[in-house]
Nanobody
Framework: VQLQASGGGLVQVGGSLRLSCAAS????????MAWFRQTPGNEREFVAA????????TSADFVKGRFTVSRDNAKNTVYLQMNSLKPEDTAVYYC??????????????????WGQGTQVTVSS
């Protein structure tokens, strides 16, 4: 599975961005597709995830009410709509695909495939 993330950029506080992650190869499987983010010197942090077949989603507490994960199975693409952005949201955002058990959804080590990352910078 190859993942191609896009949509990052520079935005002001309170602004919005939508990230996209297009998957190719092996996408008919019931992969969980997830978003993580990482800042220099820190570990990758779970943001949100979407399961293909059930459509169920989960997200980190710090993005609830601001970020929404969705997917278009016909396009093999997962999206992360980010609203009300804050400076602390500045990070490289990565998409990932895997088949974690439910208790491991937020663990980076549970994912097999990773996209290249897209930079999101929120200026104050």
């Amino acid at each position: 599975v190859q993942l191609q993330a896009s949509g990052g950029g520079l935005v002001q506080v309170g602004g919005s961005l939508r990230l996209s992650c297009a998957a190719s190869g092996g996408t008919s499987r019931d992969y969980v597709m997830a978003w993580f983010r990482q800042t220099p010197g820190n570990e990758r942090e779970f943001v949100a995830a979407s399961r293909r077949n059930s459509g169920s989603t989960t997200s980190a507490d710090f993005v609830k009410g601001r970020f929404t994960v969705s997917r278009d199975n016909a396009k093999n693409t997962v999206y992360l709509q980010m609203n009300s952005l804050k400076p602390e949201d500045t990070a490289v955002y990565y998409c990932a695909a895997g088949r974690p058990i439910s208790t491991m959804t937020s663990s980076p080590e549970a994912y097999y495939y990773w996209g290249q990352g897209t930079q999101v910078t929120v200026s104050s």
